[in-house]
């Protein structure tokens, strides 16, 4: 059974940085393009930063100078370290991982607020 686990959301204020993580039970993400998705109430989920098996990566961009997506292939996860948080970047965090199939994980709140 796969299994995508985020940890690392919670409350902080704006300028501060957050480090999320996707851990994976069920499937290799090598073998898989990671991503990250995030959904802000009253509006549609949407990619936020995307890494692919060949090592591209890929930022929407409104974090693109501000988040970093990479994979840890020991500890099977998919992380997305960000920095410089704004009060915008609210919203539940969800990753996923795309090939044969796609898996989501639960997500992940993020509350950036003083």
């Known amino acids: 059974q796969v299994q995508l686990v985020e940890s690392g959301g919670g409350l902080v204020q704006p300028g501060g940085s957050l480090r999320l993580s996707c851990a994976a039970s069920g499937i290799q993400l090598s073998a898989f393009s990671g991503a990250w998705y995030r959904q802000a109430p009253g509006t549609r989920r949407e990619l936020i930063a995307r890494?692919?098996?060949?090592?591209?990566?890929d930022y929407d961009p409104s974090v693109r100078v501000r988040f970093t997506i990479s994979r840890d292939d020991e500890k099977n996860t998919v992380d997305l370290q960000m920095n410089n948080l704004t009060t915008e970047d609210t919203a539940v965090y969800y990753c996923?991982?795309?090939?044969?199939?796609?898996?989501w994980g639960q997500g992940t709140q993020v509350t950036v607020s003083s």
């Open positions: 996923a991982a795309a090939g044969p199939n796609v898996y």
């Open positions: 890494l692919l098996t060949t090592g591209r990566a």
